[in-house]
């Protein structure tokens, strides 16, 4: 009896890729995907395009992460709304409060705005946590009229040991990603925490780096994560 033949898995091209990207965007309805063009070289994705908001732009780039075997995306795409005229900088101003106010997650009394420029929203002021930040800038960045979003929050968080750091963000590790805790690695490089080891998807390894972010003490990340083929 011969022995069965070992089949060699297909090697994924970038006609393959585009394909799958393009149809990541026709199935996200937050996206208009006929605006979008999508390239793929040596694996690399470029999007290019004219998007009406920060979100749209940003909402193509996710839909591109999630198609598997893609590990770089380069948004080239370009903000251009259509109705900036008829938002002030007032407006957005006004706009950018209430959504802070709004915003559970964010300390509202500790960051202020700044809007210039037909659009341009420059946040300040200081928070406990990297992931406070993250959010400030996002419910910014969903409003009307917003084209620029400059995060310069800075993060105010006690000095913490580094073994005691560590542990926390392992903590934090297992309680979201309990099957990727194991296998990161948590280093301490003076304000920065480094992560690196293997994760299984692009969606595993955002959920590896926002555990880190939600930690008190973590100043910066560096992320050495890598998605397993």
């Keep these: 009896m011969q022995p069965a033949l070992r089949m060699t898995p297909a090697r ?5 890729l585009q394909r799958s990207v393009i149809q990541a965007l026709a199935s996200d309805p937050r996206i208009d995907e006929a605006a979008i063009g999508v390239s793929v070289r040596h694996g690399v994705v470029t999007l290019n395009g004219v998007v009406a908001s920060w979100t749209h732009k940003h909402a193509a780039g996710d839909a591109a992460h999630q198609v598997a075997g893609v590990l770089d995306v380069a948004n080239d795409i370009e903000i251009r709304p259509s109705w ?11 706009a950018v409060r209430q959504a802070l106010q709004w915003a559970a997650s964010v300390p509202q009394r500790r960051i202020q705005s700044t809007v210039c420029d037909a659009g341009h ?7 406990a946590t990297l992931q406070q930040r993250d959010d400030a800038e996002r419910v910014v960045a969903l409003l009307d009229g917003v084209r620029l979003v400059s995060n310069q929050i800075a993060i105010e ?24 805790a194991d296998r990161i690695a948590i280093d301490i490089e003076g304000q920065t925490v480094v ?3 293997r994760v299984a998807s692009w969606r595993e390894r955002q959920a590896v ?7 008190p003490g973590v100043q910066r990340i560096e992320d050495r994560l890598v998605i397993a083929s």
């Design 12 to 16: 994924t091209t970038d006609s393959d």
């Design 84 to 94: 900036i005229a008829r938002c002030s900088d007032a407006d957005i101003a006004e």
């Design 121 to 127: 929203v420059t946040l300040t002021g200081a928070v």
């Design 157 to 180: 968080a006690p000095r913490v040991a580094a073994g005691a750091l560590r542990s926390s963000i392992k903590a934090a590790l297992e309680r979201h990603v309990a099957r990727e």
């Design 195 to 197: 992560l690196s080891g």
């Design 209 to 215: 780096i926002g555990a880190a972010r939600g930690t």
